[in-house]
């Protein structure tokens, strides 16, 4: 079946740093490509989406990157803070239903 | 809008006993969707609904799980009869339709079966 595979699965980085997770998707007619993120003991909310024709876009200091051609996306985050510590998931599909990718738990070190 | 609400938030229960997880959808959203989180298999999609009806239920385990949408601002997710294995944090979500694909959970219902 449809699958989204992301890694790593726990990244640690110094604050101020920069963190990317990466996913790859095995269904081509997808089009949407959303990333979550899910602090402790919280629900899922959208940090950032892409769609096919876009190829890269950013919100401050969060961007997504997407290569149709390779089947893979990426979320960058830049000058990471204490905040930033949560699990992140991501997820790729068409018409409303989603495959999620398996999550990456980020922690930013002090 | 209060967002997505589900109820109860936590519910314990003995294994063959009979659980009822209950969602209301934001306004106006035409999909809704219940997912079940566990530590060994992620975030996993159950159901979906578009507009009250079933549109994939795939991912429902098996025959103890059912789901209903009897009109546009009430779901629920049954399991009869629950097991241990069964126990998980369940998500409905809900998102608006008309090509915006953003989903907004709800706080979920975290399952103990004992």
């Known amino acids: 079946g449809e699958n989204v595979e992301q890694h790593p699965s726990t990244l640690s980085v110094q604050e101020g740093d920069s963190a990317v997770i990466k996913c790859t998707y095995s269904?081509?007619?997808?089009?949407?490509f959303p990333w979550y993120k899910q602090e402790l003991g919280k629900r899922p909310q959208l940090i950032i989406d892409i769609r096919s024709n876009v190829g890269e876009k950013k919100d401050q200091r969060i961007a997504v990157t997407l290569n149709k051609t390779a089947k893979h996306f990426s979320l960058h985050i830049t000058e990471t803070q204490p905040e930033d510590s949560a699990v992140y998931f991501c997820a790729a599909g068409s018409n409303y239903q989603l495959i999620w990718g398996a999550g990456t738990k980020l922690i930013i070190k002090p | 809008d209060a967002g997505v609400i589900q109820s109860p938030r936590h519910e314990v229960t003995e294994m063959g006993q009979e659980v009822t997880l209950r969602c209301k959808p934001i306004?106006?959203?035409?999909?809704l969707f219940w997912y079940r989180q566990t530590m060994m298999r992620g975030l996993e999609l159950l159901i979906y609904?578009?507009?009250?009806?079933?549109?994939?239920d795939s991912g429902m385990p098996e025959d103890r799980f059912s789901a209903k949408m009897p009109n546009a601002s009430f779901s629920t997710l049954k399991i009869q009869p629950s097991e241990p294995r069964d126990s998980a944090v369940y998500f409905c979500?809900?998102?608006?339709?008309?090509?915006?694909?953003?989903?907004?959970f709800g706080p979920g219902t975290r399952l103990t079966v004992t």
């Open positions: 609904f578009n507009n009250n009806v079933p549109i994939d």
């Open positions: 269904d081509s007619a997808s089009n949407y």
């Open positions: 979500a809900s998102s608006p339709g008309d090509f915006s694909y953003e989903q907004y």
């Open positions: 306004s106006g959203h035409d999909y």
